[in-house]
């Protein structure tokens, strides 16, 4: 019993001996050589602690300058991150994906029908006949078949169709060039203008002036002149020739055809409504007669 109450006694005493935990037995050792530069260590380590919390209201500007590096610092450790308008759209609406797709059509139907565009194409035999349909709607061509047709008319009535009908190639030759030069569209197989393209002004694919030509000549003497059933079916027949010989000789989209064929319309329709009278087109008549005959 004496012996169980003493080492009772003794865990109970060392219990209460806090210098005797293993925390504090360096506090027990005696102080050794390294003891002040550890101790000068401490301190500074309390003294730049304390420091900032001192300084804090002499240095605000400071602050404000470690902000913006921090938000500097925070871009650039987000690469990821891609401004606005580098971001690519990933939820377009429906009206983008409709025209992009009828685009993709069309760019597909129209090299597919471009069966002329070169010699070795599968339709490569019949290119010189294409071009030959294509030459029949070349604008200069009907300008100057009709400033011919002019000078040899003799009738009132036939000078002032073919007069009306010369100011409607005029029309569609300078707005078609208008056009073309603010879309600035090319064909499906790029290729370059040739000599009576410059001339007309036909460098581009959108809109096509074959198809508004065509188009605009044949409702044209539809309209005023009096032909036969057959050769009013071949009238029409040759001007939807014209315009698809564009296409198979891989020059015109179809939406350019098509595009083609409403501005010929259009401009019918225009020139229906500003008509020339006869006497209007008597007295421009003998304007340019006079004109020629002073510079001969």
């Known amino acids: 019993m004496p012996s169980s109450s003493n080492s009772v006694r003794s865990r109970t005493r060392d219990r209460n001996n ?76 429906f009206k983008g994906i409709a025209m992009n797709a009828l685009l993709a059509i069309d760019i597909s139907l129209s090299k597919r029908m471009g069966v002329c565009a070169y010699t070795s194409s599968s339709w490569g035999g019949c290119r010189s006949m294409v071009a030959l349909l294509e030459l029949t709607g070349f604008g200069i061509t009907w300008i100057i078949g009709t400033i011919v047709c002019l000078t040899r008319s003799n009738t009132l009535a036939g000078q002032e169709v073919l007069v009306n009908l010369l100011l409607a190639l005029l029309l569609d030759v300078l707005t078609i060039a208008g056009v073309q030069r603010l879309v600035k569209r090319r064909g499906p197989w790029e290729m370059t203008p040739g000599f009576l393209d410059y001339v007309s002004m036909d460098m581009y694919s959108f809109p096509a002036a ?73 007295t421009l008549i003998s304007i340019s007669t006079f004109s020629w005959g002073a510079f001969s």
Do not use: Y
């Open 18 to 93: 806090v210098l005797g935990r293993p925390e504090f037995m360096s506090l027990n050792q005696p102080m050794r050589a390294g003891a002040p530069a550890a101790e000068n260590r401490a301190s500074s380590r309390r003294l730049s602690q304390i420091k900032p919390q001192t300084s804090q209201s002499n240095e605000e500007p400071a602050d404000t300058a470690g902000v913006n590096n921090n938000n500097k610092d925070k871009d650039k450790k987000e690469p990821g991150k891609m401004p606005e308008e580098d971001c690519m759209l990933l939820n377009p609406s």
């Open 210 to 282: 074959h198809a508004s030509r065509a188009a605009m000549v044949s409702k044209f003497l539809l309209s005023h002149l009096v032909l036969a059933v057959p050769l009013r079916i071949l009238l029409v027949l040759w001007a939807f020739l014209v315009g698809v010989s564009r296409v198979m000789l891989g020059k015109h989209h179809l939406t350019d055809m098509v595009c083609g064929f409403v501005l010929g319309l259009l401009h019918f329709s225009l020139m229906e409504n500003v008509w020339l009278s006869s006497g209007t087109c008597q």
